[in-house]
């Protein structure tokens, strides 16, 4: 069975500074999809970023980035330029692809990030 | 164009009682899902249905029950509510095999069980 693991409980960076999510995961599958969540005060669950397993190249949406090193089963979230606005819980999750037959996502237990005025 | 909404937002039960959480998406989409989030322990899913007419277990299924009503309407029932149940449920959906799979989640419903 796969599984998803957030190392680091909470995270703080300071306004401007870049921070690192740390993300693993575990499978057997070669064909699947990776996301993070982020899950504002709000409780809104907003997909930040997604990274098909079959492509080398790193995701990038605007100041956030992945580094996807899929031999090291890591998927780490880089977020540039960090705002207030940024503060959240962070979640990794996990999907098989559709060679698999089955739909289920796996979530990671989340991080919580702090940005410092 | 609402995305995933679900009714209600917060709900007080007594043990015993019974409930359905209800859940519609408008995106056309063809797989549904319930979670429940708590504290320290992230999103445990409940149930899915990959499509219309089928329901699978997901991690913690039982004291639950669904529905996949139709493709937009996928319900969540508790038929004995007990206090273990109190947390915090997200319906979900997504597109699948289009190679843009990616879910979409409502804004939450927030259960108390006395």
């Known amino acids: 069975a796969q599984t998803v693991t957030q190392s680091q409980p909470e995270m703080s960076v300071q306004e401007a500074e870049t921070v690192t999510l740390s993300c693993t995961y575990d499978?057997?599958?070669?064909?699947?999809?990776l996301f993070w969540y982020k899950q504002p005060p709000s409780r809104q669950m907003i997909l930040v970023i997604r990274?098909?397993?079959?492509?080398?190249q790193n995701a990038t949406e605007n100041r956030f980035s992945v580094n996807f090193q899929k031999a090291a089963k890591s998927f780490s979230l880089k977020i540039s330029d960090s705002q207030l606005g940024d503060a959240a819980m962070y979640f990794c999750a996990y999907r098989s692809g559709a060679t698999s037959g089955t739909y289920k996502y796996i979530f990671g237990t989340g991080t919580r990030l702090k940005v410092l005025a | 164009n609402a995305g995933v909404t679900q009714t209600p937002k917060f709900q007080v039960l007594k043990t015993g009682q019974s409930m359905t959480l209800q859940c519609a998406q408008d995106m056309n989409h063809n797989s549904m899902y319930w979670y429940r989030q708590d504290p320290g322990m992230g999103l445990r899913l409940i149930y899915y249905s990959a499509s219309e007419g089928t329901t699978d277990k997901g991690e913690v299924p039982n004291g639950y029950n669904v529905s996949r009503l139709n493709k937009r309407e996928f319900s969540l029932r508790l038929e004995s509510a007990a206090p273990s149940q109190t947390s915090v449920y997200f319906c979900a959906s997504s597109a699948t095999g289009t190679g843009k799979e990616t879910q979409y989640f409502g804004p939450g419903t927030r259960l108390l069980v006395l």
């Open positions: 990274q098909e397993a079959y492509k080398q």
């Open positions: 499978t057997s599958e070669s064909d699947y999809y």
